[in-house]
């Protein structure tokens, strides 16, 4: 007992950013873990977050339990990590849970789904609201427990070959789009194609694929999508934010001392916050550098965006009639988004309006 109330009273935090570690955890057994990642080493920026993560951890336990992190297709490929922890093949994971709403639609509700939560909403769901109780009992089902591990912010549209004038442009568009937003706009008429990261440039070059959306400037400029489609739009309507998430077995999890459940728990939430405060810092000047080597940045046609407003609400209808899961979660994630919004728009929105109408 002596030892939980120093970690509570000292603060695992304070551990993690000191990079020390108490004689009580060092006395703690040493434990190798390995982490499957569903990204590519070169994105530093969300690679980096299972990076922070693994570091974290050691760093608090003073080099008596380490992760090793391995991008994807090295341990197992990009899509195939929720099976590899489930069945304990891996002991961990990071990857955006809504690859896998082919699985269970529900799996969205952990990452994003469209015109849902932003990253602070997002954030404030799964800490203070019932995001984290609700997809806790969802995971349960897959042997897995989640912790919150990165998130995007607000992404961009997508680069294509040709302009988006209309909705009507959408029709047969053959579209790289991530996760559950595919579903809603297969309804407009696009092809939805579901490509890792690292074989999105070769498909978009190749044009197997006419259109292609990743994250935003950052990742997009290191990926060089603007090299082979200079139609650059906004906003990721489908990506409001987008949370990562580690996944961890439930027996592995289990069979960690509380201090080391502790250690984990906050080394995931310090990666959480350094990962969106990478993409925050980058962003700018990465975008000012896709227009000056020739990207051509434009804002959907509202008409597009209030087709896939409809659209996505249609898909949400559906699947309360159809899927358990997701009528358990959706009631309360969509009450929590409706009062952020009229939050955000209250303060930050106004706000944030404000400043860029200056000279800044």
């Known amino acids: 007992m002596e030892r939980r109330k120093f970690l509570q009273g000292a603060g695992v935090a304070g551990i993690l950013a000191a990079g020390t570690a108490p004689a009580i955890v060092h006395a703690q ?69 809504y690859y896998f709403f082919g699985k269970d639609e529900t799996f969205a509700f952990d990452c994003t789904i469209p015109f849902g939560m932003t990253s602070r ?32 912010g607000a992404q961009m549209g997508g680069w294509y070959r040709k302009e988006i004038k209309s909705v009507k442009d959408v029709e047969g568009l053959k579209f790289r789009v991530g996760g559950f937003g595919g579903r809603v706009l297969a309804k407009l008429g696009a092809v939805p194609q579901n490509i890792p990261a690292g074989e999105i440039y070769q498909s978009l070059e190749k044009g197997t694929i006419d259109a292609a959306e990743w994250i935003g400037p950052y990742d997009d400029l290191k990926l060089g999508l603007h090299k082979v489609a200079k139609n650059y739009y906004y906003p990721a309507w489908w990506e409001g934010s987008t949370q990562f998430s580690v996944y961890i077995n439930d027996k592995q999890w289990n069979s960690l001392s509380a201090e080391y459940k502790a250690i984990v728990e906050q080394a995931a939430a310090a990666a959480h916050v350094g990962c969106q405060a990478r993409y925050d810092a980058r962003n700018p000047t990465a975008l000012k550098q896709l227009v000056a080597e020739g990207a051509k940045l434009s804002r959907f046609p509202k008409d597009f965006m209030d087709a896939a407003f409809k659209a996505s609400r249609e898909v949400y209808a559906e699947l309360n009639d159809k899927n358990p899961n997701w009528k358990k979660v959706y009631p309360d994630y969509s009450r929590f988004l409706a009062d952020q919004v009229q939050w955000e728009s209250v303060a930050e929105g106004n706000y944030a309006q404000y400043l860029a109408a200056q000279k800044l």
């Not at 080099?63 to 991008?71: D, E, L, R, T, Y």
């Open 29 to 97: 057994q040493q434990i190798r873990w390995r982490l499957a990642s569903s990204f590519p080493k070169s994105l530093d920026t969300v690679f980096g977050a299972s990076e922070a993560f693994a570091k974290h951890v050691s760093d608090a336990t003073g080099g008596k339990f380490v992760i090793s992190v391995h991008p994807a297709g090295e341990l197992v490929p990009a899509f195939g990590v929720v099976d590899a922890v489930q069945q304990g093949t891996i002991e961990c994971a990071h990857t955006a849970p």
């Open 121 to 152: 909403a997002m954030t404030a769901w799964m800490y203070e609201g019932n995001g984290m109780k609700l997809m806790r009992e969802f995971y349960a089902q897959y042997n897995i427990v989640n912790f919150p591990c990165g998130n995007t």
